[in-house]
């Protein structure tokens, strides 16, 4: 079973609203991610880490922004939250090996409302 | 130019019969590894099963197989013996060995299985 946690499941917040969700890894594991994804259709890669005080934009444009000050915690904030920004947010971690594979959260799903 | 490309967006299946569902990909690194995740309706993403550029066999997990040609550069998931379970999103992923940093994902393929 992974180890990788997100809170919150679900969120219905207003618009204007600043808005933090939060990912947790127990694996260790250096690289981390944050995908978006619309119900039913692709992941897009919105952030990455590499590492401790590494980040990196995805694919996808995004408004949010994230930060990484400890090896298990990735979190991904939007300072004032818009109907386009309904979605789910899916976290993921993975080891350096190239082998191996990604271990998804449960991920969170947002409507701003 | 997409790096995982799945042409099927939706595939119906007889409970207890074969699926393959497609996956091409795109890559100029030898060294690369390719994943299959599954998606059920409750959102989260299931690892199912891994095969590496190198691997000299194609990889099986339960009633998973992947059928991969790698001249053709596809990575086919079979599932044998389908049940209603199976039904939910199948996504192709790949990673390459240049820049382990990145899954890039297909856009998935939605199997439904019928009783």
């Known amino acids: 079973e992974a180890d990788i946690y997100q809170t919150p499941r679900y969120l219905v917040i207003g618009t204007g609203k600043k808005i933090t969700l939060e990912c947790s890894q127990t694996m260790g594991h250096d690289k981390m991610y944050w995908y978006q994804q619309d119900p039913g259709m692709e992941l897009h890669l919105i952030h990455y880490?590499?590492?401790?005080?590494?980040?990196e934009k995805g694919d996808l444009s995004s408004e949010s922004t994230v930060s990484r000050i400890r090896t298990e915690h990735f979190p991904l904030t939007l300072e004032s939250a818009r109907p386009s920004h309904t979605s789910q947010y899916l976290c993921a971690s993975s080891d350096y090996r190239g082998h191996t594979e990604a271990f998804f959260g449960q991920g969170t799903r947002l409507t701003v409302v | 130019a997409q790096k995982i490309t799945q042409t099927q967006p939706g595939m119906f299946v007889q409970e207890k019969e074969a699926v393959t569902l497609d996956c091409t990909y795109d890559?100029?690194?030898?060294?690369?590894?390719l994943f299959w995740y599954k998606q059920p309706s409750s959102g989260e993403m299931i690892f199912l099963i891994y095969q590496g550029s190198y691997d000299q066999q194609n990889a099986t997990e339960g009633r998973y197989s992947l059928n991969f040609q790698k001249a053709r550069k596809s990575a086919n998931l079979v599932i044998s013996a389908s049940q209603l379970g199976d039904s939910a999103m199948y996504f192709c992923?790949?990673?390459?060995?240049?820049?382990?940093?990145?899954?890039?994902f297909g856009s998935g393929t939605k199997l439904n299985v019928k009783p």
């Open positions: 890559t100029s690194d030898p060294s690369y590894g």
């Open positions: 992923a790949m990673r390459e060995g240049g820049n382990f940093n990145k899954f890039y």
């Open positions: 880490s590499y590492g401790v005080n590494s980040t």
